[in-house]
C-alpha cells in the first residue's frame, strides 16, 4: 500500500501595508500585523492624562485641601503659616465656639433656613417637573412643541436676568418677605423638566404603555404605575440638581428676604465675609476671623456633599440612562 500522504499547508502570498506577508495557515496572521502587535506603546497619551490630572488636583482638590485645614488654625497660622499643614484641634474647637457666637449661633439658623426652603422646593418641583416631562415627551397637544421651545429658551437664560421679573411679580401678590418669595420660584425647574423629558422620550418603552392603556389603565395610572417606578434615576437626578440649585442660590434670596434671621446660608456666608475685617476694613466690635469663615463655608458644603453620597447610585445611573438601548 502507498505511504499515507498528509496535505501539506498550502501558503500563499499577501499584500499588507504595502508589503508581501506569507501565511503558513488560515489561524496565522500575517508577519506585520504581528509586528504591529508586539510595537511598544507610545507614552505620550500616558504622559499627557498624567499632566491633566496634575492640573486637576492643583486647580480643584488643593483649594478643597486648603480650605479643610483652614478651620484648625488660628488667624495668625492662616497668614503665615504652612498652608497644608494642619493646626490643632483646640484652634479648631476655639474657630466653632467663635461662629456659634456670632449673633447669638445665626450660622445655625441659617443652616436650617437653607434646609427648609430646599427641602420645601425640592418636593414642588419633583411634583411639577416629572408629570410635566412626561406629558411632553408622550402626549401630542396643542401648543406643545412651542412650550418645549419656552422651556429650553428660560432654562439657558442666566438666573441673575431673572431675578427682577420675578421681583416684580412676587411684590404683585405681596409675598416679598415671605419663605414663599423664595420657595415659589425655586418649584418650578425647566432643567428638570427638560430632562424628564429626555428620559421618557428615549428610554422609557412605548409599546409597555400602548399596552397598558389597552387593558384599560387611564393616562394617570400609566403614568403612577409603569412610568413612575422606571423613572426612579431621573428623578433622582433631578432631586440632586433642583437641591444644589436651590442650596447654592445666593442672588434670589438676597434680594427677597431683607431680614437677618430669614437669610439662608449663602446670604448668610455674604454677611459673615463682610465682617471679617481683612476685607471690611471698617468693622467694629463683632468681627469675624478668616478661619471662623473657612469653618462656615465646610458647614455650607456638608448638606450638598452628604445628599451626593447618599445618591451617588442613582445619580450615576440617571445620567447613562438613554445612552445605550437593548
Not at 506569507?22 to 498624567?50: C, D, E, K, M, Q
Not at 484641634?89 to 465656639?97: E, I, K, M, V, Y
Not at 436651590?246 to 455674604?270: A, D, I, K
Request: glycine share 6%; proline share 8%.
Amino acid at each position: 500500500m502507498p505511504n499515507d500522504i498528509r496535505p501539506q499547508p498550502v501558503t500563499r502570498s499577501a499584500t499588507v501595508f504595502g508589503e508581501p506577508a506569507t501565511t503558513a495557515g488560515p489561524g496565522t496572521p500575517p508577519r506585520s500585523l504581528r509586528r504591529l502587535r508586539n510595537a511598544p506603546r507610545r507614552p505620550v497619551p500616558r504622559l499627557l492624562t498624567g499632566a491633566l490630572l496634575t492640573l486637576f488636583v492643583v486647580f480643584f482638590v488643593l483649594p478643597v485641601i486648603w480650605l479643610i485645614l483652614a478651620a484648625t488654625k488660628t488667624d495668625d497660622q492662616l497668614v503665615h503659616g504652612n498652608p497644608l499643614a494642619f493646626g490643632s484641634w483646640h484652634a479648631l474647637r476655639a474657630n466653632w465656639d467663635a461662629l456659634t457666637g456670632f449673633q447669638n449661633d445665626a450660622i445655625m439658623l441659617w443652616l436650617r433656613n437653607s434646609a427648609l426652603y430646599s427641602g420645601i422646593a425640592l418636593v414642588i418641583t419633583l411634583c411639577v417637573a416629572v408629570p410635566a416631562g412626561y406629558a411632553l415627551a408622550m402626549t401630542e397637544f396643542r401648543g406643545r412643541h412651542t412650550l418645549l421651545v419656552a422651556t429650553l429658551v428660560v432654562m439657558l437664560m442666566p438666573n441673575a436676568t431673572l431675578v427682577v421679573p420675578l421681583f416684580l411679580e412676587v411684590n404683585a401678590v405681596h409675598l416679598i418677605g415671605s419663605m414663599w418669595s423664595i420657595i415659589l420660584p425655586y418649584s418650578f425647574y425647566p432643567f428638570g423638566v427638560y430632562l424628564t423629558y429626555i428620559y421618557f422620550s428615549t428610554t422609557l418603552p412605548k409599546d409597555l404603555l400602548a399596552a397598558a392603556r389597552i387593558d384599560g389603565c387611564s393616562e394617570f395610572g400609566v403614568f403612577r404605575h409603569i412610568a413612575l417606578p422606571l423613572a426612579t434615576p431621573v428623578v433622582a437626578l433631578v432631586g440632586f440638581f433642583s437641591f444644589v440649585a436651590n442650596w447654592t442660590n445666593y442672588f434670589l434670596p438676597y434680594v427677597m428676604l431683607p431680614e437677618t434671621n430669614q437669610m439662608p446660608v449663602q446670604v448668610g456666608l455674604g454677611t459673615l465675609l463682610d465682617s471679617v475685617p481683612s476685607f471690611n476694613p471698617t468693622v467694629g466690635a463683632v468681627a469675624v476671623q478668616r478661619p471662623e469663615l473657612a469653618l462656615a463655608t465646610l458647614l455650607a458644603i456638608i448638606p450638598v456633599l452628604a445628599v451626593f453620597v447618599f445618591s451617588q447610585r442613582f445619580l450615576i445611573a440617571g445620567m447613562l440612562a438613554g445612552a445605550t438601548k437593548d
